[in-house]
């Protein structure tokens, strides 16, 4: 966990990040204890394996610290003009999931540099955008798994995703499970 955090917040002393990682356990532990209680009240008895539970709610929390862009992190004031230009960039790739955007259109659309993009956006939200959308997509399709009665192959469609195989690897990957056993245990 601290590795995360060390990635989020890599101008933070070893004690503070420490402390947010208890801090992070303790919310982690409490929405999991809240979870549980709708899941028991809803009379369901599955619910994630007590070795899974950590790393799925701190990647929650972490996707969730991710969707804003990093306030304490500094860029340098030619990387800070650009910020904006970023966040017209997150706000476009993030609208149409069924989408997909290469980098390179991406730059000369907004007229920016392909490897400024690339490090301003990491700067900014913490991950390279391949790996930021990817775990974009899949936390949507989680949403619209939870949500809606839609089928795992139109999820999977409306969040970009045109193989369902891929799909349910990529989700394996974010979520640690299927997502026929994911809708089953969170629906």
């Known amino acids: 966990m601290i590795r995360y955090l060390y990635i989020l917040y890599p101008d933070k002393s070893a004690e503070s ?17 809240r979870a549980k209680a709708y899941a028991e009240a809803a009379g369901r008895t599955s619910f994630c394996a007590e070795e899974d539970r950590e790393e799925i709610l701190f990647s929650d929390l972490l996707f969730l610290e991710m969707t804003e862009p990093a306030e304490s ?27 997909r955007y290469t980098i390179e259109e991406l730059s000369r659309q907004y ?63 974010i979520m640690k499970m299927l997502p026929s056993d994911y809708r089953r245990q969170y629906k």
């Open 111 to 173: 007229l920016i540099n392909t490897a400024a993009l690339k490090n301003i956006f990491k700067s900014v939200y913490g991950l390279p955008i391949a790996s930021y959308m990817k775990h974009y997509r899949i936390r949507k399709a989680a949403e619209l798994l939870r949500e809606s009665s839609m089928s795992i192959s139109d999820a999977a469609s409306a969040v970009g995703y045109e193989s369902q195989s891929k799909f349910s690897a990529a989700f394996k990957d």
């Open 73 to 99: 992190q500094s860029l340098d004031p030619y990387h800070s003009g650009q910020t904006e230009t970023i966040r017209r960039i997150h706000s476009q790739i993030t609208e149409n999931l069924s989408c």
């Open 17 to 33: 990040l420490a402390f947010l990682a208890i801090e992070f356990k303790k919310i982690a532990l409490f929405i999991h204890a």
